[in-house]
């Protein structure tokens, strides 16, 4: 298995408090603690428990993250999407930035110094 789909207990700590109040978040945590971090194990095990059914070829492993990405593909990489998905969310960081303090401070500073230097 690679590390690329494998979460440290560290990693599996840090989503932990960064879902702290999201449930559901954190029972999928849970079974990918369980699972000893094996993404790929735990998404079949919650796609079993939903009962999604998950076709494979007769000894072929089944990984359902790589059948959700062929799924998700088109959509994806569709460029209107990507557009807008990034328009949405670099308009969700300036909100997001300008609610922060030092954010402001550093703003409000930059703006003098425009302001002195003109």
């Known amino acids: 298995m690679s590390d690329a789909i494998r979460l440290t207990p560290e990693e599996i700590q840090d989503y932990r408090e960064l879902f702290k109040n999201y449930p559901e978040a ?8 369980e699972s000893d971090g094996d993404l790929i194990e735990s998404a079949n095990m919650l796609a079993a428990e939903a009962g999604i059914e998950i076709s494979s070829r007769a000894g072929e ?20 999407f990507m557009d807008d998905l990034m328009s949405g969310l670099l308009t969700a960081i300036g909100v997001n930035l300008r609610k922060k303090p030092e954010f402001s401070k550093k703003r409000k500073e930059g703006c003098r110094e425009r302001k002195k230097l003109k």
Do not use: F, G, P
């Open 26 to 33: 954190l029972d999928a945590l849970d079974l990918i603690d």
């Open 61 to 80: 492993d089944v990984n359902i993250l790589d059948k959700l990405a062929q799924k998700c593909r088109s959509v994806i990489c569709d460029e209107d």
